[in-house]
T-cell receptor, first 115, second 113 residues
Framework: AQSVTQLGSHVSVSEGALVLLRCNYS??????LFWYVQYPNQGLQLLLK??????LVKGINGFEAEFKKSETSFHLTKPSAHMSDAAEYFC?????????????FGSGTRLSIRP | DAGVIQSPRHEVTEMGQEVTLRCKPI?????LFWYRQTMMRGLELLIY????????DSGMPEDRFSAKMPNASFSTLKIQPSEPRDSAVYFC???????????FGQGTRLTVV
């Protein structure tokens, strides 16, 4: 079975500061990993994904994440926070084993940006 | 591309009533997922379909919940009878077999009073 653990339900940073949102996964097969963002009253939007190849992946809005197999982690970072980054962020895991794979989400991390 | 379309966007109903949520996946997508989002439990996978066939419904909370996908362009999630604890935002998402990620609709906010 696959699972995702997001450390910290709420993270607050100052505008211009580093953003670090933590995600650890559990999977019995090589995973696909995702970060999604949800703005208020909206659906989830894909930020970035790791499937195979380069372990450092870049996404939209200046975010990036690094897949570390030895640590079973996929932490999301952004060098400099912007007010518009305030949202809920979800880490998710799937597997490549089947085209009919399900996608399992973590509990989410709410990111607040202080002026 | 219109994206995943869910209706209604908001639904308020009385306890005991039947509620039907609807989803139109992106054309050409053959996997469809229903999720429920609450403050307490986060984003839970309720059921998902592949090629219109339910693959895993282990997340469906009780027999009051049922989901169908009669064709590739339409799915419903029904709650009968509804209860106040069913109040949540319900999301539908779809993907193709070659996609790695799922594409989400805007959600249906259900309130049961």
């Amino acid at each position: 079975a696959q699972s995702v653990t997001q450390l910290g339900s709420h993270v607050s940073v100052s505008e211009g500061a580093l953003v670090l949102l933590r995600c650890n996964y559990s999977s019995s097969v090589p995973p696909y990993l995702f970060w999604y963002v949800q703005y208020p009253n909206q659906g989830l939007q894909l930020l970035l994904k790791y499937t195979t190849g380069a372990t450092l992946v870049k996404g939209i809005n200046g975010f990036e994440a690094e897949f570390k197999k030895s640590e079973t982690s996929f932490h999301l970072t952004k060098p400099s926070a912007h007010m518009s980054d305030a949202a809920e962020y979800f880490c998710a895991v799937s597997d490549w084993y089947s085209s009919a794979s399900k996608i399992i989400f973590g509990s989410g991390t709410r990111l607040s940006i202080r002026p | 591309d219109a994206g995943v379309i869910q209706s209604p966007r908001h639904e308020v109903t009385e306890m005991g009533q039947e509620v039907t949520l609807r989803c139109k996946p992106i054309s050409g997508h053959n996997s469809l997922f229903w999720y429920r989002q609450t403050m307490m439990r986060g984003l839970e996978l309720l059921i998902y379909f592949n090629n219109n066939v339910p693959i895993d419904d282990s997340g469906m909370p009780e027999d009051r919940f049922s989901a169908k996908m009669p064709n590739a362009s339409f799915s419903t999630l029904k709650i009968q009878p509804s209860e106040p604890r069913d109040s949540a935002v319900y999301f539908c998402a779809s993907k193709t077999g070659s996609d790695t990620e799922a594409f989400f609709g805007q959600g249906t906010r259900l309130t049961v009073v």
